[in-house]
Each structure stands twice: as C-alpha cells, then as structure tokens.
C-alpha cells in the first residue's frame, strides 16, 4: 500500500484557474517526498487537497490507504500537517496551543499536558513554552506550528514550504526535526522552493510546473538524466550579446543544447572539461569576449531549468502572491 | 459525547482570550451601563405620567441585558480571525465533530452574556430596579441571557463560516439595533403609533425585552415568558439553519 496516492487529482478555480492540473502520486511509507515548485505552481493547492482541506474537481488520492473526499476522518487521523502560513491563535501561550491540540486528538487531560511538554522539549520550546505565541519570532512559530502537527503521532506529515523565510539556523533545526522524524519511520510530504532542501532532506523529488509535475525521481536520477556536464559562459557586453552567443554556441560539434538565462548561456554537453577550450576558441572567434565561464556537473537546479525553461525564483522572504 | 466534550474544551480557550483581553469585556459592561444610566436619569421622571411606568428603571433594566448579549457576541469576529491566520484550518484537521468549532466559540459568548447580564441585575437592584420575581426570576433572566445569547451570535457565526470576512460579521451588529430600537426599548408598546407598532410586533425582540420586564416589573406571567421562549427559539431556529447551510456551502 502507498502511503500517498493520486491519479490525475486537479483543482480549478474560478474562473478559469487551473491550479493543479492533474497529477499522479505514488508514495511508498517511509519516504521524505519533495514536491519543487515556484510561486503559484500549485504546491499548496495540491497539499490542500490531499489534507482533505479542499476538494478536488478532478480526480482523487488516497492517504494512509483513505480516499480524501469520502473518508476525509480517517485521512485526518493519521496524517500532521504544518500549513505554509504557520496557523496559530497568538493569544494562546505554546502550551496551552499544544494541550488544547493533543485534547482534541483525544487525549485526556493529564495526558495531553504531558504530551505538550514532550513536543516542547522537541522543537527546544521548553524555555519559551509559557509566553503568547504572538511574541515568538517567525522561526518559533514555525518549530511551534510543527509540534502541534505532531500531538498524535501521525503516520504521514505533510509540510508546506516549512523553511520559507527562516534564518539557515532555524532552516537546520527544521531539518533536522523532519530527518529525525523520518528516521523512526514518518512519511513526510515536503514542498519548497530550495533546491537544496529538496537535494538534501528527499529521496524522491517531484518538479511542479503550472500545475503539472514535469519531472520525478531520486535527486540523483534526475542529475543522471540531464546525462551531460553543464558549461556556462557569460558573455561580456551589450544586452543581446547572450543570444548571438548562444547562437554561436549551438554550431558547436554533437550540436549540444544552449539555453540563455539572463545575461549567460548555458551549453548542455557531455565531457564538460574537454568543450571548453572549442568553446573559448568559437565565441572568441565570432567576436564575443568572455567575462565568466564555469563547468559544473548538473544540479537540480539544472533540472529545474532544462524541464520548466526558467530557473526556481525563490522568494527568501517568504512572501507570495 | 465527543461534541460536549470538545465544545467545551474550544470554550474554555475562547474564555481564556477575553480573559487576556479585558478591556474589550469591560467595555462590553461599560456601554449597556452608560446607555442605562442616561435614559434612567432623562426620562424617568416623567415616565409615569408620560406613558404610565412608575418603575422606569426596572423598565430599562432588560434593554441593558440585550445590549450587553449583543456586545458580548463576539463568536463570528473570533472565527473570522481564526480563519484569517489559518488557526481555523488547523482546528479543522484534528478530528473534533464539526459543529463544535462553532459550538465552542458559541458556548463562551453564552458564558460572557451571562456574567454580563449578573453585574447588570446586580447594579438594576442596588439602584432601584427591584426584582418582583425574585432570585429564582433573577435566575431565570440569567437563562433567557444564555438562550438568547446563542441563538443571536448564531447569525454573526453563520456570516463568518461563509464569508470568512469581518464586513460581513459586522452587518450583524447592524441588524441587530434596529430590532432593538423597533422593539418598545424607551415605551411600552401601546404607545406606539400604527406602524411602529406593526413593526414592534412581529419583532421578536419584543419579545424577549417584555417577558423579562415582566420578571422585573410584574412577577410571574407565564404567557408572557412562553412568548419570549418562542422568540428565542424562533431567532434559534433561523440562525442554527444558516450556520448548517453555512459550512455545507463554505467555499473551501
Ligand atoms: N482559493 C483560490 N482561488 C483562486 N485561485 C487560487 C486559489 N488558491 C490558489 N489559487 C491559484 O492557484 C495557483 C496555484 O496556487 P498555489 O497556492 O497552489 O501555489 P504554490 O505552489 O503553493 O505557490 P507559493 O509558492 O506561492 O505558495 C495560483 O495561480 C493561485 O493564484
Ligand atoms: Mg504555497
């Protein structure tokens, strides 16, 4: 059984929105699943409705073996979620936030206090447990909004964009949590727009683009599948200097793939090392001096470009349309 | 079972925000008791031979009751912001029944009316008001304050499900002025000319407001409190099935 499941799951809005434009999902227990997408590509959209928040106008998914429209119960039983606006009431202190969730999970009492305590202890709360939650800083509401995901224990955890706008030292705590977490065994659905949050917590990636996933696998064989180093060169000069270069650069021998991004053109080509010396020699003589040239091997940020033709516009602020 | 339990629970955090809020609660009491105060002081000396009310203060006590429900009805504002900062969202993904979202919020505006409504008895006897039903009437006014409490926060609840927005929770506080004011607030209803007086009567404010004046002024009149019920149950019954159509129809 998967622990997540969709096929062909879509939500329009609207008048004529298509948010999610249908997408499969196959998730095996166990896994930290990145879900990579930039601003408005349907990230949330999708996470809303396999947390049973939003029905599908298409389609359907199954969590933790439920299906999300007609046993949206059973679905929320077993599943955390932390949404991509911390969703906390600020006059409450963070432990009575806690108590009162673990209470409506069930607990008794007695019972959900000391749960409450326990999660504190786990996002490194303890110290600040008794203050409103108005006066913590963005990156306590976050390890707050992430503890109180976790007052029953749940099978699957789905995290919208958990790191958006935190300093890297509260980044790495969150990681850390989410790999600690995995490590005894919880599901975690992840969005974000860090490749290198993607590369470094998920064993599976999904790209999101406009609504459709356009590439998926292992971080690593997504790399693989570019199948070549990549070369990029910034041209020094006028605007447009980067095309003719590209231009250029696609007379190369095997005709590699040459795509300009901003003022740079970066060539697709396998053996990296050994195409610099014709490419120097091919702009220098169309004329076309050379201000930068690098040779890396891919990244998932060139397997963001190569499938969606743009690079992912992280907003580090966490601010979003 | 779950429901009562988990209404509760969600009460008692509702509770704990006025508590940290109390300046809004004592403006909530200070209103109704200024407004009480001024018709008091202006007209009571005149009510008698004006339109036949010796006791006016015991006559505008239950006006500052319904005003202080009013006040203290504040669920569709907290849901709103709920839902405003995704807290609503969060509430919704625990497996709590449903309706005690709105239920718990309910409960505590319930509570605040009833506090309310005591320090208001409480100032209506020490000046004069009197209690001619006495502390059982007095117990009953506490009742009718929950009853009626919940069954009007229920219009504001209703609007706040289904627009998540404060303009329209702020429409209900402008619905709910007219209906008083339409109701014999200052005079009794037989001074009322034709179409005011239409206005007055099938206005079940009216309702409310003479079957506990009939607790303060006169003692124990059945009929008279068996309409104010109706009433009750009559806004309930409007206001509970716009709450129910109001989640079944949220746009989610
Ligand atoms: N309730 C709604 N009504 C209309 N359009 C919506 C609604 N929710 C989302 N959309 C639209 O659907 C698209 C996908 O939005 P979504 O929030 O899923 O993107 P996202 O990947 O989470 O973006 P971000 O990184 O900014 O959080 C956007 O174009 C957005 O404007
Ligand atoms: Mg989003």
């Known amino acids: 059984m998967y622990a997540i499941q969709a096929e062909q799951l879509a939500r329009t809005f609207k008048p004529d929105i298509h948010a999610v434009a249908g997408i499969d999902l196959a998730i095996e227990p166990g896994k930290v699943f990145g879900f990579l997408g930039q601003n408005g590509s349907g990230k949330t ?7 049973t928040l939003l029905r599908p106008t298409g389609g359907w998914a199954r969590v933790a073996g439920f299906d999300v429209t007609s046993n949206g119960g059973a679905v929320r039983q077993r599943i955390g979620v932390a949404l991509q606006e911390a969703g906390l009431d600020e006059v409450q202190t963070g432990r009575e936030l806690l108590t009162l969730h673990a209470q409506l999970f069930g607990m008794g009492r007695r019972q959900a206090r000391e749960r409450a305590e326990e999660l504190l202890a786990i996002v490194d709360l ?29 099978e ?9 706008g935190l300093d890297p030292i509260s980044r790495e705590a969150i990681w850390r949590y989410v790999a600690d977490l995995n490590r005894q065994g919880v599901t975690v659905f992840l969005t974000t727009q860090y490749l290198e949050e993607a590369d470094r917590l ?5 790209i999101m683009d406009a609504g459709t996933i356009v590439a998926q696998g292992s971080p690593e064989e997504l790399k693989a599948s570019i199948g070549t180093d990549v070369v990029t060169v910034r041209p020094a000069g006028h605007d447009g200097v980067a095309l003719k270069a590209a231009e250029t650069l696609r007379r190369l021998e095997g005709s590699p793939e040459v795509r300009v991004v901003g003022d740079s053109v970066v060539v697709y080509i396998p ?41 992912i516009e992280a907003t580090p602020t966490g601010a979003h349309a | 079972m779950r429901l009562f339990r988990d209404s509760g629970i969600l009460m008692l955090r509702s509770l704990r925000e006025s508590m940290r809020q109390p300046a809004i609660e004592i403006g909530n009491l200070f209103i109704p008791l200024f407004f009480f105060a001024v018709t008091v002081g202006a007209i009571s000396s005149i009510s008698e031979q004006a339109f036949g009310v010796s006791n006016f203060t015991g006559f505008q006590l239950p006006v500052a009751m319904l ?33 005690a979202l709105v239920l718990g919020r309910m409960l505590a505006d319930a509570v605040r009316a009833v506090v309310l409504v005591g320090v208001i008895i409480a100032v209506g006897i020490l000046t004069g008001a009197g209690m001619e039903s006495g502390p059982l009437g007095a117990l009953l006014l506490l009742v009718i304050a929950a009853a009626f409490s919940l069954s009007y926060t229920g219009f504001a609840v209703s609007l706040a499900l289904k627009t998540g927005s404060n303009q329209a929770v702020q429409l209900s506080f402008l619905l709910f002025f007219p209906l ?8 009794p209803k037989e001074v009322f000319s034709g179409w005011l007086e239409f206005l007055a009567t099938i206005n079940p404010v009216t309702y409310i407001l003479e079957g506990s004046r009939s607790l303060v002024l006169n003692g124990w009149e059945p009929d008279r409190l068996l309409k104010a019920f109706a009433a009750i149950a009559g806004i309930a019954a409007v206001t509970i099935s716009m709450t129910v159509w109001a989640y079944r129809t949220r746009k989610v």
């Open chain 1, 202 to 206: 998920a064993g599976e990636v999904a």
């Open chain 1, 156 to 164: 699957i955890l789905f995290l919208d964009e958990p790191t958006t």
């Open chain 1, 126 to 154: 303890t110290e600040a447990a008794d203050r409103r939650v108005a006066g913590y800083s963005g990156g306590m509401q976050r390890r707050l909004d992430l503890a109180a995901a976790l007052v029953h224990h749940p």
């Open chain 2, 180 to 187: 008083l004011f339409l109701a014999p607030a200052f005079a």
């Open chain 2, 67 to 99: 005003q202080a429900i009013a006040g203290s009805a504040v669920a569709g504002a907290g849901i709103v912001n709920d839902i405003q900062k995704g807290y609503f969202d969060k509430l919704a993904l625990t497996p709590t029944p449903r309706p």
């Open chain 1, 45 to 51: 959209t999708t996470v809303r409705m396999l947390t």
């Open chain 1, 271 to 311: 053996e990296g090392a050994r195409a610099i010396a014709p490419i120097v020699l091919l702009l220098t003589e169309s004329g076309i001096e050379i201000t930068d040239i690098t040779l890396a091997r891919p990244t998932l940020d060139d397997v963001f470009l190569r499938k969606t033709g743009h690079h």
